[in-house]
């Protein structure tokens, strides 16, 4: 038989009132799974130290990492919330002469302002295993990593299973329903070996040419006409006509140095007046409707020279930043991409003597615009990337124009180097690299 009601234990709760007079602020993380001890907890997100890395960058997310000790593990992300609660310290006491009272005491600690919440997928895990002849499963980890200082031909002459998984697996750690559809952006003009596209070409009403096309763009579309004629300024057509008369090929760097547009009208001015060259010595660059390059060898100092900061051992101690950095790929472990660097042109006029004994001319020193520098190689100065496409005509040294000069041209155009020899090509970024050292070298001792 059950016991009456009337004489069952009942836990009596006194009235308690909460008063919050402190001005504490907690970080809450709501931890995906039963915490027994808070080290290991701790450093399945990396350590106390790195909770708080991440909690000062808001871009940041909070990894988990189940097995902290293993490098291969792919980490569980928790995403960033503002909130307003509040942290409630309750206490409960029980009288032993009375075990039925039952007081509850409660204190507000401190506000949560923000909030960790592992609401997506773990990443895929790859995890550095082998089967034996025997089905066994044996883990690679301790051939893989180094633990203690060893030579290079102890570490690479080992005879260990190649095992470089990437980063990470998905891009995204929410489940979403994907429906098979065709790609309604899709070139079908496009060649079969070209893959990674993620998106259609912007639609700018621009001519675009390859190399192997047989016949130049005479004039632009009548969607680009009709575009340019809605301009609140349809006087700047003038000034880009006349830039392109003096010179048939600009790059859209030099552009922005030589005419007062702003972006936004720049992309529907040219258009008007030029088509873009995608492939060949020329690619990146607007040329001017009915001008052919391929057909006159004077256009040779319009050419595109790639040049790029070599990697060395000093490479990365530069004063010059990477267009893009590895860093920057961090998905998913960070929210949003980070923005775009800002350009930082740095000129260095410096006086010491050159391996020729020569000294900097006065006119080179004087640099009257930086911007300029976006576009022009000039000998004491840094670009502003590691790596810069520059035109011939605006590479600015004696020295390197001597070797333009010098060049013997070919008879027909090439795709590649054009009407250039590929020894010249490279001549000139054996010494615009050295230019470059011997500018960091000069600085690096003021």
Not at 22 to 45: I, R
Request: aromatic share 10%.
């Amino acid at each position: 038989m059950s016991e009456p009601e009337e004489t069952r234990d009942k836990e009596v709760i006194s009235p308690n009132i909460v008063s919050y007079q402190h001005n504490s602020k907690f970080v809450c993380v709501e931890y995906p799974g039963f915490v027994k001890n808070v080290d290991k907890m701790l450093a399945t997100l990396g350590g106390e130290e790195t909770v708080t890395k991440i909690h000062l960058d808001p871009s940041r997310r909070l990894e988990l990492r189940y097995k902290p000790d293993n490098p291969y593990c792919h980490a569980a992300c928790g995403n960033r919330y503002a909130t307003t609660s509040l942290l409630l310290k309750v206490v409960k006491r029980r009288k032993k002469s009375n075990p039925s009272h039952v007081e509850y005491k409660s204190d507000i600690v401190g506000s949560v302002e923000t909030t960790y919440r592992f609401q997506g997928l773990a990443d895929y895990q790859y995890l550095p295993v082998q089967t034996n002849e025997d089905g066994r499963m044996v883990s690679l980890k301790p051939s893989l990593l180094v633990d203690n200082i060893q030579s290079s031909e102890t570490v690479l002459g080992r005879n260990v299973p190649l095992f470089i998984p990437p980063p990470s697996f998905s891009r995204i750690d929410v489940p979403l329903d994907y429906y098979f559809r065709p790609d309604q952006h899709r070139d079908v003009t496009r060649p079969s070996n070209l893959i990674g596209v993620a998106r259609a070409r912007r639609p700018h009403n621009a001519v675009f040419m390859n190399f192997d096309d047989k016949y130049v763009p005479n004039k632009p579309l009548d969607a680009a006409v009709t575009a340019m004629k809605k301009m609140s300024d349809p006087l700047k057509e003038n000034e880009i006509t006349d830039l392109f008369q003096k010179r048939p090929i600009w790059s859209k760097n030099a552009l922005k140095c030589n005419i007062d547009v702003p972006p936004e009208k720049l992309k529907i001015l040219l258009p008007v007046v030029a088509y873009y060259c995608v492939t060949g010595p020329w690619r990146s660059l607007w040329v001017r409707f009915g001008y052919d390059p391929r057909k006159d060898p004077e256009s040779i100092c319009y050419q595109v020279l790639d040049f790029r900061l070599r990697q060395s051992a000093t490479a990365a101690e530069l004063p010059v930043k990477a267009k893009r950095s590895t860093f920057n790929y961090a998905l998913p472990l960070s929210i949003h991409r980070p923005g775009p660097q800002v350009v930082q042109v740095k000129d260095f006029a410096y006086t010491k003597n050159m391996q020729n004994g020569s000294q900097i001319s006065d006119d080179i020193r004087k640099v009257t615009d930086k911007n300029k520098l976006q576009y022009i190689f000039q000998e004491g100065s840094l670009p502003p990337y590691r790596q810069m496409f520059y035109q011939f005509e605006d590479i600015h040294n004696e020295r390197l124009q001597d070797i333009i000069q010098s060049n013997v041209q070919t008879e027909q155009c090439d795709e590649k180097e054009g009407w250039c020899q590929q020894e010249t090509l490279n001549k000139l970024r054996d010494l615009m690299s050295e230019m470059v050292k011997l500018t960091v070298k000069a600085t690096s001792n003021d």
